[in-house]
């Protein structure tokens, strides 16, 4: 089982530091590429996330199909796209300034649940109110996943208010 584990596990560090030689442009920080990395977790074959969502790399989900398999490359090229599509996201739809750890938790919230979601998010309103405290405290909300209270203990989704805490810190208080 060790050997089937770690064929399918990809180190978060290496794709990183392809990420930050192919697009050191990035809005996102490297803290805020590393957060949504490391939550995220690195895989090169495709697995089921706590959604059910066929899922490889870091957290990619588009066109990826049970049995697909990627190569480092792959995953970074992936990571740097999605991101991309969130700092979008966010660059649209945020009316008002925010820190780098503000902008850097609101495109990992695009990026793992979606665009949708912020846009319609309690959070995103308070933030172009200029209400900044408010908005922040708005993450310990995002806490389910298919209707399921991730705070549960046998939700099997606890890395979501993991993440969620994180960002809630960092949206206060700065990474």
């Known amino acids: 089982m060790k050997r089937l ?13 392809i990420v930050f030689n192919v697009a050191p442009d990035m809005q996102t920080s490297r803290q805020g590429l590393a957060h949504i990395a490391n939550l995220e977790g690195c895989r090169t074959e495709a697995y089921q996330c706590s959604a059910n969502v066929w899922t490889y790399g870091l957290g990619h989900t588009q066109g990826v199909s ?70 922040c405290l708005e993450f310990s909300r995002w806490v389910y996943v298919n209707g399921k209270d991730c705070r549960s203990p046998d939700s099997q989704c606890s890395g979501i208010v993991k993440r969620r805490e994180i960002e809630l810190n960092a949206c206060l208080n700065g990474w």
Do not use: W, Y
Not at 5 to 17: G, R
């Open 5 to 17: 584990i770690s064929k399918t596990i990809c180190s978060v560090a290496a794709i990183l530091s």
């Open 66 to 135: 049970q049995g697909d398999v990627a190569t480092n490359e792959q995953i970074a090229r992936n990571f740097i796209a999605d991101v991309h599509s969130a700092e979008n996201m966010v660059n649209k739809k945020l009316l008002t300034s925010v820190t780098q750890s503000q902008f850097d938790v609101l495109v990992s919230f695009v990026f793992n649940l979606g665009a949708g979601n912020f846009q319609s998010s309690t959070m995103l309103k308070l933030f172009n109110q200029n209400q900044p405290l408010k908005a």
